[in-house]
């Protein structure tokens, strides 16, 4: 088993930037690709983030390309997510994710944590 478990949500006005934080924990050695989802009011889940363990490598959704920075520190077991110039729609709740392998389901979620923008 694998337990995720975010942190750095909060209240930002629009603009403004906030650092999102997975740890994880347990059976970390079974992931290999960390995801961050997030879930809107009234909107499904969404893809946001992904990044490989080992080499690192990256994708983003279009929305966030050059406003979001996802890393990893793979001694600390915890992949970040680095939100600026925050827009109303990216108010949701994020949920960290990890997946044995790149093209299967994520296997494993956090609690979520949640972000909202202000206009």
């Known amino acids: 088993q694998v337990q995720l478990v975010e942190s750095g949500g909060g209240l930002v006005q629009a603009g403004g930037s906030l650092r999102l934080s997975c740890a994880a924990s347990g059976r970390t050695g079974s992931t290999y690709l960390m995801g961050w989802f997030r879930q809107g009011p009234g909107k499904e889940r969404e893809f946001v983030a992904s990044?490989?363990?080992?080499?690192?490598?990256?994708r983003y959704t279009n929305s966030v390309k050059g406003r979001f920075t996802i890393s990893r520190d793979n001694a600390m077991n915890t992949v970040y997510l680095q939100m600026s110039s925050l827009k109303p729609e990216d108010t949701g709740v994020y949920y960290c994710?990890?997946?044995?392998?790149?093209?299967?389901?994520?296997?494993?979620w956090g609690q979520g944590t949640q972000v909202s923008v202000s206009s």
């Open positions: 994710a990890a997946a044995p392998m790149e093209g299967v389901e994520y296997r494993y």
């Open positions: 990044i490989t363990w080992s080499p690192g490598n990256t």
